[in-house]
């Protein structure tokens, strides 16, 4: 979500730093009763919590570190400010429990890698939060490697990934924060590198931990010179009641989309 902020950078010989000061913080949006992702207890959205006195006024601070050197771009950031990702305090209300979003203050360093081999890119990011419950370490660590012209004209890429964060669905006070608590990523990207710029992305995540799986398929191609048709497919499968993901795993769908472009 995008907030009002002052963003100043200085570059060099030495890589970029970024700095940043934010305020006006916008609040997220949760699906109703009807939407799609939603938990088994409405989320009153217009009565949310604020850990800071300033609420969505508070001023946040950022700064960010990025270079490269030769094949290898990496970077490093701090972040002080509102969380972007609430907790929740269950309130009993005449028509029955709801949650308010609970917005706390936090702190959180993370750096982030990328290095090219070939045809070959393997990329890391990691965080550490603390002010959030007990801290934290996530981590997704992976790779792609492409086949180029693996059929005919068509390039085949492989990913592979691993999520990890050590929070439980209890330490986080939401199962919503820990869907990616032990996970293991697949996938499969075809570029058919064809006028009509067509391309399918197959992939599958599964909870080492649960057993339970969340795939989808992605693919578009352009018709003529102004129009896009796409096909977007999510199955979700909760294991086990513990799972969170077993809060949306009847969520599942299938999604058509054609996109005109104009020309003004």
Same mark, same amino acid.
């Given at each position: ?132 419950? #007990?801290?934290?370490?996530?981590? +997704?660590?992976?790779?792609?490697? $492409?086949?180029?012209? !693996?059929? *005919?004209?068509?390039? @085949? ?67 003529? #010179?102004?129009?896009?048709?796409? +096909?977007?497919?999510?199955?979700? $499968?909760?294991?086990? !009641?513990? *799972?969170?993901?077993? @809060? ?17």
């Amino acid at each position: 979500l995008g907030q009002p902020m002052l963003n100043v950078n200085v570059f060099g010989d030495w890589g970029k730093l970024g700095l940043f000061v934010m305020t006006g913080f916008r609040e997220r949006t949760f699906p109703d009763a009807e939407g799609r992702f939603r938990g088994p207890f409405p989320i009153d959205v217009d009565n949310a919590i604020y850990e800071a006195d300033a609420e969505e006024w508070h001023v946040d601070f950022a700064v960010r570190y990025e270079h490269s050197i030769d094949a290898l771009d990496f970077g490093v950031s701090y972040f002080y400010g509102t969380n972007r990702e609430p907790g929740f305090v269950p309130v009993m209300t005449p028509s029955g429990m709801v949650l308010r979003p609970y917005y706390e203050l936090m702190s959180q360093f993370g750096v982030d890698a990328a290095y090219a081999i070939g045809d070959l890119i393997l990329k890391g990011e990691a965080i550490y939060r603390w002010g959030q419950g #007990d801290p934290f370490f996530a981590t +997704v660590v992976g790779g792609e490697y $492409t086949f180029k012209q !693996a059929f *005919d004209d068509v390039d @085949l890429g492989l990913l592979l990934e691993y999520n990890f964060d050590d929070r439980s669905a209890a330490a986080a006070g939401t199962a919503f924060n820990a869907l990616f608590d032990n996970d293991v990523f697949g996938g499969i990207r075809l570029s058919f590198n064809d006028e009509s710029d067509t391309h399918i992305l197959l992939g599958a995540l599964v909870d080492v931990n649960e057993g339970s799986s969340y795939l989808y398929v992605e693919s578009s191609t352009r018709i003529a #010179d102004d129009w896009r048709l796409g +096909v977007e497919a999510r199955v979700l $499968t909760g294991e086990s !009641a513990t *799972d969170p993901l077993s @809060l949306v795993d009847r969520d599942s769908y299938v999604q058509l989309r054609a996109t005109k472009y104009f020309s003004l």
